[in-house]
């Protein structure tokens, strides 16, 4: 039976890949205005990954931290959410728990719909815990974003990860019951089997996603879910982060609420400050209005796009990337309490709340996610457009080149297998 303990997310780490391209070089070679990325899209950079990453090597670096830290003890599930899947059958998680030597009683599954699944295995990690809870499931986002080049959605690509522990009494935040939920079949966005880059219909797949926050609202309050006013911060998924003002923009209509609708850090930083952008969001400032000042409540939407801004799309893990933005910069959110809007396209959306645990500022990640976004290696375009239409042959035995930096590669394949191994 349903214990009282809170169950919620215990511990979070985000990853991401080893190189990035500059939207301002990107603009540069193709002719366009670079405010048009800035501010047009709220993006100044996107991640991607070199030959020997892909999501199970991004994963793992995302979850070797929190076994470093919290062991394996009581964790006996990983569900992986992803729709960068790198085969039809196997679960990308297998590769990640031979990689960091987990125990083998586990059960570990891949679940898909596009970037709203990481909810879907967030809830039922929760539901697995209500009834073990001595139990902890480890809940895997990763996924790399690739359109077509020289299409609209190519300056929105992006790749990461974010893993988080589920357990009963967790540090960082107590998840609530209430969900609103919402699914509509439409084409919005979509990637055919034959296919490693995504099709879409950007027009649609906007309206698409705000209906699915009408929808998943409606639900919300029709479950007796908390009303606006009860709810400090939102979070929203970031395709990218000029989204999340769209949909900001979408729940105070909706709601009547005097929202913040600014993605960039500082009030009217939006309309002028293109070029600051990027160095605003390097340093991790988030300079947050006072609470009770008169005008928009601050919901931290511009805290939310700190990392985003900087990663891309991540697909799965972009709403986990803007919790981890929230967590990390905020000034203080304890006891606070947080709506987060999931989307994938195809289409699901829920919007559910919790509540942000005392102490959770003890546990920031600002520092190693400002490294690790630091660290990466710039590509020029020429680069970076050879290594997008590099395709791997997956009929034939080949080693992946030794590029990435980070703790796990893609060795290559062999049998038709995909190797990994630690770098
Ligand atoms: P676009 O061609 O860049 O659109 O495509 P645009 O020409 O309308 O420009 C975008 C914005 O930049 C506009 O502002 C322009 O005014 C502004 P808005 O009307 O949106 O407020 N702009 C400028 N601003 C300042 N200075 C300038 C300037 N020039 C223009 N000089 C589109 C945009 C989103 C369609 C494209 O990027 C795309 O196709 N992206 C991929 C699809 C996507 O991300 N959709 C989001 C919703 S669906 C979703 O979230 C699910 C998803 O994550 C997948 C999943 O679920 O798995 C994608």
Known sequence: AAGAAPIGIDDIELSTTHHVVALDDFAEANGTDPAKFHLGLGQDEFSFPAPDEDIVTMAAAAVAPIIE???????????????????????????????????????????????????????????????????R???????????????????????????????????????????????ADVDDFWRPNDSSTAIVDGALSVTAYLDALTGAWTDLQDQGGPSIDEIDRVLY???????AKKAQVHLAGLTGAQLDTEIVAGAGAEAGAAGAAGDSAGAGAASVAPEASAGPRDTGLATSTLY????????????????????????????????????????????????????????????AVTAALEARVPLSIDAYRALHSTELPSAEDVSTPKVTAGPFRFAGIRGRARIYERA
């Open 237 to 243: 998924h970031q395709p990218f982060t000029k989204m």
């Open 308 to 367: 985003n801004r900087r990663l891309g799309n991540s697909y799965t893990a972009s709403l986990y990337a803007g919790l981890c933005a929230l967590l990390d910069n905020d000034a203080d959110l304890t006891g606070k309490r947080i709506g987060l809007f999931s989307y994938g396209s195809g289409s699901v959306g829920e919007f559910f709340t919790a509540r942000v645990v005392p102490g959770y500022d003890q546990y920031t990640r600002r520092q």
């Open 69 to 135: 830290r919290s062991g394996t003890e009581g964790i006996r599930t990983m569900l992986f959410a992803t729709e960068s899947g790198t085969d039809q059958s196997k679960a990308a998680g297998m590769a990640v728990h031979s990689l960091l030597g987990l125990p083998s009683q586990m059960r570990i599954v891949e679940v898909k719909e596009a970037c709203y699944s990481a909810t879907a295995a967030l809830q039922a990690a929760v539901g697995i815990v209500t009834r073990a809870p001595e139990h």
């Open 137 to 183: 499931v480890l809940v895997i986002a990763s996924d790399v974003a690739r359109y077509e080049l020289d299409t609209p959605g190519e300056p929105t690509q992006g790749a990461g990860a974010v893993a988080m522990l589920v357990s009963a009494n967790p540090k960082l935040l107590e998840i609530e019951p209430v969900s609103g939920l919402n699914s």
